[in-house]
């Protein structure tokens, strides 16, 4: 009998992480009068957000164009009243 494999994705949101979206504004490195807009989203643990924030880290620390703003998004896909646990299975051939 093999294991049954749960998405990655949905054992995040079980585990309170919830999909994050931030828009990064940063100037162009040869054009600083000029900005540039970044889309970053990934599941991430609201209030926090570490897994941005590493982002961010690295960014400052290894890309050319300076940051000048970021807006943060984020929603919760499952919550408590959302999710049942179902006593049986059963299966369809």
């Known amino acids: 009998m093999t294991a049954r494999r749960i998405d990655q994705s949905f054992r995040a949101q079980l585990a309170g992480f919830s999909l994050t979206t931030a828009e990064i504004l940063y100037r ?5 009068s000029l900005l540039q807009s970044y889309i970053w989203q990934d599941y991430d643990e609201h209030p926090r957000f570490p897994r941005l924030r590493t982002f961010l ?3 400052s620390r290894n890309l050319d164009g300076k940051l000048f703003r970021v807006r943060v998004a984020h929603k919760r896909l499952i919550t408590p009243a959302e999710l049942r646990l179902v ?3 059963f299966r369809v051939h």
């Open 28 to 32: 162009l490195p040869d054009h600083p």
């Open 57 to 59: 880290d690295f960014w």
């Open 87 to 89: 006593g049986d299975e």
